[in-house]
């Protein structure tokens, strides 16, 4: 593969991890799903569309300020509970997520983890898969007071791994982080389906359809790019 044989020009990528590294956006809509159902509420994959990025506990407050539900803490309870036993046993990398930071990690790359999620969530999941030591720094809710779309999580991650905004690359699946690694001043890739709607500029920033799409060559393009 191309980016196996092509060196690195940057030196640190961040990536996010809900939807950018693992299969867990079906996860989220299912358990708030299934809690808006039991309050006799529908939902869909469009009512979760504009719900992407940020917090759990921000996106099941939102949900709650939009259906009129009153309990978010009782809401929330239920929709963690439906989530964790999904992840237990079914949550997955996406395809390309283990290759990418193999040869990354091959190629002397420092790897950091800017995520929203909870720390015992991410920190189940890659140690389960053995995963965890090829991440230098791993940011998640728990370590910053402000969250994506704010820059303070890749704001935290350039301090953790001594790195300068020029000297990385964030990799992300939402709107919410794209505008957080642009605050910070971070180049991003951006995962796109082709319905998103991201108002922001393009000069540091590439986007492609999925991570399978994302090697080295493509990084190298970005980096020179945005430093020149």
């Known amino acids: 593969m191309k980016h196996q044989t092509v060196d690195p020009v940057f030196k640190g990528v961040f990536f996010d991890f809900d939807g950018t590294l693992v299969d867990s ?4 809509f299912q358990a708030e ?7 006799g509420i529908s939902f869909d994959l469009t009512d979760k569309k504009d719900l992407i ?12 300020a939009k259906y009129g539900i009153q309990d978010v803490d009782s809401f929330f309870i239920e929709r963690e509970s439906v989530f964790h036993k999904l992840v237990d046993s079914t949550l997955a990398f ?26 015992d969530y991410v920190f189940s999941f890659l140690n389960k898969h053995q995963i965890t030591k090829r991440f230098q720094s791993i ?25 300068n905004p ?3 690359i964030a990799i992300e699946d939402s709107p919410t982080g794209v505008i957080s690694a642009q605050k910070a001043k971070i180049p991003c890739v951006f995962i796109d389906d082709g319905e998103t709607k991201l108002a922001c500029g393009s000069d540091n920033l590439f986007r ?3 991570l399978k799409s994302v ?14």
Do not use: F, W
Request: net charge positive; hydrophobic share 35%; aromatic share 2%.
């Open 33 to 39: 799903k299934v809690a808006l159902n039991s309050r």
């Open 166 to 168: 020029n000297e990385s």
């Open 94 to 119: 996406i395809p390309g997520a283990q290759s990418l930071i193999e040869v990354l990690s091959r190629k002397g790359v420092l790897i950091a983890l800017v995520t929203s999620g909870t720390p």
């Open 208 to 210: 492609v359809k999925d």
């Open 139 to 163: 940011v998640t809710m728990s370590d910053v007071e402000l969250h994506k779309p704010c820059p303070d999580p890749y704001v935290k991650a350039l301090e953790l791994t001594s790195l």
């Open 53 to 64: 990025g940020g917090t759990v506990k921000g996106t099941a407050e939102r949900i709650c």
């Open 215 to 228: 090697d080295v060559q493509l990084l190298n393009k970005l980096y020179k790019k945005h430093n020149t």
């Open 25 to 28: 956006e079906p996860l989220h």
